[in-house]
């Protein structure tokens, strides 16, 4: 599918197309078919014109109704070299696809983290390098990022958990809380399954048994009350604001 989809954009961008390049579980080796998604990026060579951007939404919306399951799994985003470079929160919306939905947006505040991932550990489907594209992320822009990250897309989700109610979103939720503590506490990044095995041998006991529900859920299983994901995020989250 993924060699599919290269050959398509390849096609649609010509001359724009840089590269190719996956993150997230893809990149670290922990990708699981039941839960993770299939996080890419494409770099280009400068902002893509309206014509072109329509053209990719369309391919995209060709793939999804086609019913592939890996096609629904797809997080990816078409982004120029001038900013792929380092996060500025100004920058020019780009084409995005998330959930199935192909949407213009800026690259939120968590792409500090992709940034870093695709810098150390990326892997490449095609293109030059990413080390040239990408400056280095320090350990304070990280620590930096989880707060803008809880500040941008956790903090309101207290006023509106209504996502908290799609399935998997829950243990989503409480393996993410404890990567975004991870990375403030130690200024590195790690997996949701490594930094929730750390959590577990630093947490009070009363958060074992939802961690571990979390790193043991499959699509279809039941999870903990909102209630209970809800208590455990307000209890990460101060305790991140501390550091």
Known sequence: MLLDLHDRVSDILGERFIGMYLYGSLATDEFESERSDIDY?????DYLADPVINAL?????????KGDRWVKKLEGAYV??????????NHPPVPTINEGKFYLAPLDSDWIFQRHILRESGRTISGPPLRDFIDTVSSKDLKIA???VIDDWWEPMFANPSRLH???YQPYAVLSMCRLLYTVTSGEL????KAATWALGVLPAEWVPLINHALAWHDGDDFESVE????????IIELCRRS
Request: glycine share 2%; net charge negative.
């Open 41 to 45: 990026v494409v770099i280009t060579d």
């Open 57 to 65: 939404e369309s391919m995209h919306r060709e793939l999804f109704d």
């Open 80 to 89: 120029p070299m001038e900013i792929i470079r380092r996060h500025e929160s």
């Open 146 to 148: 989880v707060h803008d």
């Open 166 to 168: 799609d399935p998997g």
């Open 190 to 193: 790690a997996s949701k399954s």
């Open 228 to 235: 209970r994901t809800t208590e455990f995020m307000q209890y």
